[in-house]
């Protein structure tokens, strides 16, 4: 095992000292007077109105009391990362989560399930267009996907209304 560290280091080394005699590159010709127009500036870049939206916090828009609600459990608080947020059912029981996720993360898991061929019932009134699955829902509202997911060991079709009814209050809240 120390021979293959060995070994790899001066590989490491071997590249990186080539690197280092290699001619050097031409310097760009001067700029001319039909050249393309100067690069923005912080100054300019600052004034210019972003085309993204700002982002949005998955926690604040299901929390956690809603969360619950759709569970029909008591839920440990929240533990978000990055455009997600998720919460967990009691050590104790019963077996309950609901995961919210925002942005492209959510569009990427509407896309999978498409491609696994999950059956999807279209919903309407919810954002530009919301789908319907067993255990989760998916919309795109304000120029921005959501997904929630709901994992219980419970007939699922028993929580189709309670997250349909949840994507109609997020997506009020987009």
């Not at 071997?14 to 760009?28: F, I």
Request: net charge negative.
């Amino acid at each position: 095992m120390r021979y293959l560290k060995l070994a790899a280091t001066a590989a490491v080394v071997a590249v990186l000292a080539a690197c280092g005699n290699a001619e050097p590159a031409a310097a760009p010709p001067p700029p001319t007077e039909a050249a393309e127009p100067a690069a923005p500036t912080e100054a300019t870049e600052a004034v210019e109105p972003s085309t993204e939206p700002p982002p949005v916090d998955a926690c604040a828009l299901v929390p956690k009391e809603d969360a619950e609600k759709l569970a029909g459990t008591r839920l440990e608080d929240a533990v978000p990362v990055r455009e997600t947020c998720t919460y967990t059912g009691p050590t104790s029981g019963p077996l309950a989560q609901v995961e919210v996720y925002v942005g492209d993360g959510a569009k990427k898991i509407l896309d999978v399930d498409r491609d696994l061929d999950h059956e999807f019932e279209t919903l309407s009134g919810i954002g530009d267009e919301a789908y319907l699955e067993d255990g989760a829902v998916f919309f795109h509202a304000a120029g921005v996907w959501v997904a929630i997911r709901l994992v219980r060991l419970d007939d699922p079709a028993r929580y189709d209304k309670p997250l349909t009814e949840l994507a109609r209050t997020v997506a009020g809240r987009l």
